[in-house]
């Protein structure tokens, strides 16, 4: 039996996970990790590179052990990560430098690349690269030159996270195009480095690294590296890539005009497109797919799984307490409470995630619009199916933004993270959507699709499409109540309204945003600043 590993880099822990060739998890080992904040850097989160890599060869070993496999058992091993996160090498190939993908410092060089061309930088970076400059690379990198001149004049090279862990097992740098694609610095069409866009923004281009598909081999293990990780030396090391879209992969989402929303921290809904293509209006995200020339339209729902993690530690110790003597999940009791509440919360509306606007990306203040003071109506059930509610709003007109301007009219949908795994959830997903919505077997695909892209470099699988096609197997399909549609609908439309009128008060000064893109400049609305 052959095995396959996948080396999962998230925003808050890093992940070893044990797959066989038939798709079955069978080990893993996790630990949380925690990015530095630096004094004076305001919205600074640097990776720390000594300690991420220890935890990450202590997951490894922690994996194997748990499987009881012997390290020759693993036939290859592949990386993925959060995308955004950067690494900067010196050049002897030695990391000297990162940050994570909520690394928030370079406001100040967004605005200033804004800047360039008479404020057409921006645009010109997005219908080449399908980023904008908010959660790229290069008003980081500008940030470093201005302030961290010494670790500029160094660099040599930069990858991504998921490149760091391939590069630390193999010692060979690259990056691929799914993840690289996030640093707004690559061409859509040609899938590889657009250095005038560097030129434009007055950056080096001589320290892009080599661009290789997800699958291709980059290497062994190292002597070190096997030291360190438990791995055999020689083991395979193959190019992995941005964690969303090795997740479509592992979950056969993996053909033009497939859709799915991953429900983690963040929710992202993503769609395949047939033929590379930018939104006029700039409110959507567009990747590289691992999948060679095809893209992946992405809408970002910000803080979802968090704020139900914020509402769990906040209000429910009282379930939590239960459910630990029931030895059940908190969320899977909170569920079976909320399922007993009428759709449409008795007109309860969260105010958290904004629809995404990746030009001008900002949020109201996080806030309960239309709260009674009936406690049969309004309690802690009610709430919390409430942010289910509209959780799902908030991906449907998503979804709707990307159907607008790419012309896909979406059959169904795949559901997968963890928000999936309430069975409540997925039906009010189903609901609101009007969509057939699909549960994998596995949930957290993410790693898999690592996986399958380790096993096409060790040659067991033909390519990623038709082994992701073939290992994701469903557990549920969820239908829509159409009654429940009529009813979600006329949410929909007084959500829209209220959230825009929430941003005004964040315009005004009088709210604060829950979060706003790095050098955004908000618009004071006449009549509302406050006085004073």
């Known amino acids: ?9 998230g925003t808050g822990s890093i992940r070893a996970v044990i797959f ?8 893993v080992g996790q630990a949380e990790w925690k990015h530095l904040s630096i004094t004076d850097v305001p919205g600074s989160m640097e990776f720390d590179l000594a300690t991420n890599w220890q935890l990450a060869c202590q997951c490894i070993r922690e994996a194997l052990q748990k499987a009881h496999l012997p390290p020759g058992a693993i036939s290859a091993v592949s990386c993925c990560s959060m995308r955004e996160g950067i690494v900067l090498y010196d050049r002897n190939g030695d990391p000297i430098w990162a940050c994570a993908n909520v690394d928030a410092r370079a406001s100040r060089e967004v605005s200033e690349l804004k800047e360039i061309h008479d404020f057409q930088f921006e645009s010109e970076v997005y219908h080449v690269s399908g980023q904008t400059l908010a959660l ?3 008003p980081r990198l500008l940030w470093l030159a201005h302030h961290r001149p010494d670790i500029y004049r160094q660099a040599a090279t930069v990858t991504m996270i998921s490149d760091w862990l391939a590069a630390k097992l193999s010692g060979e740098l690259a990056v691929d195009p799914s993840n690289a694609g996030t640093t707004g610095m690559l061409d859509l069409a040609t899938r590889d480095w657009q250095p005038s866009l560097m030129d434009m923004a007055g950056l080096r281009a001589d320290i892009l690294s080599p661009v290789k598909e997800t699958g291709t081999v980059l290497g062994g293990v190292t002597q070190e590296a096997s030291q360190h990780s438990g791995l055999l030396a020689g083991t395979p090391v193959v190019m992995g890539g941005g964690d969303v879209q090795l997740g479509c992969v592992g979950l056969g989402v993996v053909r033009a005009g497939q859709a799915a929303v991953l429900g983690g921290t963040f929710w992202q809904q993503v769609v395949n497109l047939p033929a590379i293509k930018t939104d006029p209006e700039m409110n959507i995200r567009i990747n590289p797919h691992v999948i060679g020339n095809m893209v992946q339209a992405e809408s970002i729902s910000f803080f979802t799984g968090l704020t139900m993690r ?10 939590k307490l239960l459910a630990e003597r029931l030895g059940v999940d908190t969320y899977a009791l909170l569920e079976d409470m909320a399922a007993r509440v009428p759709a449409g919360s008795h007109g309860v509306m969260p105010i958290f995630s904004d629809a995404m606007h990746f030009k001008q990306w ?3 203040a996080p806030s309960f619009i239309n709260l009674s003071i009936d406690p049969e109506k309004c309690n802690k059930a009610t709430l919390f199916r409430a942010l289910e509610e509209n959780a799902a709003i908030v991906s449907a007109c998503n979804l709707e933004q990307i159907s607008g301007f790419s012309g896909i009219q979406f059959e169904s949908l795949v559901f997968a993270g963890g928000g999936s795994k309430g069975a409540l959830w997925s039906q009010i997903l189903s609901d609101v959507t009007g969509l057939p919505v699909r549960v994998p077997v596995v949930k957290e695909a993410t790693a898999l699709g690592c996986a399958i892209a380790a096993g096409v470099g060790a040659g067991l699988f033909n390519d990623l499409a038709e082994a992701g096609e073939r290992l994701v197997q469903w557990q549920r399909e969820f239908t829509p109540n159409r009654a429940h549609r009529e009813l979600y609908d006329e949410m929909k439309r007084k959500w829209t309204k209220v959230y825009a009128d929430q941003l005004t008060l964040v315009d005004s000064g009088l709210t604060t945003s829950m979060w706003k893109a790095p050098g955004l400049v908000m618009r004071p609305q006449p009549g509302l600043l406050p006085e004073g």
Do not use: N, P, V
């Not at 039996?1 to 880099?9: K, V």
């Open 1 to 9: 039996m052959s095995y396959l590993l996948a080396l999962d880099a």
């Open 362 to 364: 900002y949020h109201a």
């Open 310 to 319: 914020w509402f769990r530690d906040a209000f429910c110790a009282e379930e």
């Open 20 to 27: 066989d060739t038939s798709g079955h998890q069978i080990a």
């Open 136 to 138: 790229s690379a290069m």
